[in-house]
């Protein structure tokens, strides 16, 4: 699996959109692009993933350019709830394998 | 829907010792995969099972083994026991299928230390 680049930490304010950035820039034509967050003290949960196109559900918004290299995770209106370490994972799908962690973006939502 | 539930949700063990930590996974999911996540580290793939087989290992010496069992419920097994074992550890499910999604259930862990 390709190898993924995020900053250690970011802040946002609460109400305001939260935007992670991930870098992937070895990323192959087979490989999606998968958000899990970690809340303190709870097991990893997932978000949302994509292959080219963006893609939006209740969650969340991801954004992928034209080139694949980078994409942007969206939480449009962060509540305080939503502080967790986010990871940006590149994965084959359809292969049922490991999730590869890196030490992921700790966001810190403050009132 | 029931999650993924894992026990017990702390234990304490002397190095040399063994463990056996325990895992149910969603009802319907048909694989489980073990990861270790070390204080401040993001979780390490240990392995994963599928229908009752080991279908991938990461980087864990073989005193780390597991058993998958008909009701999708599984056990995470470590023999003599390191300081350096403490961890988190977490149990994953999911429904391998074709078209797999990559959407794994997490449980909430078992925190392991090691004196």
């Known amino acids: 699996d390709a190898k993924t680049t995020q900053p250690p930490s970011m802040d946002c304010a609460e109400g305001r959109a939260a935007n992670l950035p991930c870098n992937h820039s070895?990323?192959?034509?087979?490989?999606?692009v998968y958000w899990y967050r970690q809340i303190h003290s709870q097991g990893p949960q997932y978000i949302i993933h994509?292959?080219?196109n963006n893609e939006t559900n209740e969650m969340a918004s991801l954004i992928i350019t034209e080139d694949r290299k980078s994409s942007t995770l969206i939480l449009p209106h962060a509540t305080l709830r939503d502080t967790a370490v986010y990871y940006c994972?590149?994965?084959?799908?359809?292969?049922?394998?490991?999730?590869?962690f890196g030490k992921g973006t700790s966001l810190l939502v403050t009132p | 829907e029931t999650g993924v539930t894992q026990s017990p949700t702390h234990l304490i063990k002397t190095r040399g010792q063994q463990v056996t930590l325990r895992c149910s996974s969603q009802?319907?999911?048909?694989?489980v995969s073990w990861y270790q996540q070390a204080l401040g580290q993001g979780p390490q793939f240990i392995f994963q099972?599928?229908?009752?087989?080991?279908?991938g290992r990461g980087n864990f010496p073989p005193r780390f083994s597991g058993l998958q069992f008909p009701n999708y419920s599984s056990e995470l097994n470590v023999n003599a026991l390191e300081l350096d074992d403490s961890a988190l550890y977490l149990c994953?499910?999911?429904?391998?299928?074709?078209?797999?999604?990559?959407?794994?259930?997490f449980g909430p862990g078992t925190r392991l230390t090691v004196l």
């Open positions: 994953a499910s999911s429904l391998v299928r074709r078209r797999d999604t990559g959407e794994q259930f």
């Open positions: 994972i590149v994965r084959v799908a359809d292969s049922g394998y490991a999730l590869n």
């Open positions: 099972y599928y229908r009752e087989e080991e279908n």
């Open positions: 994509g292959l080219k």
């Open positions: 009802s319907g999911h048909n694989t």
């Open positions: 070895t990323i192959s034509g087979n490989e999606y």
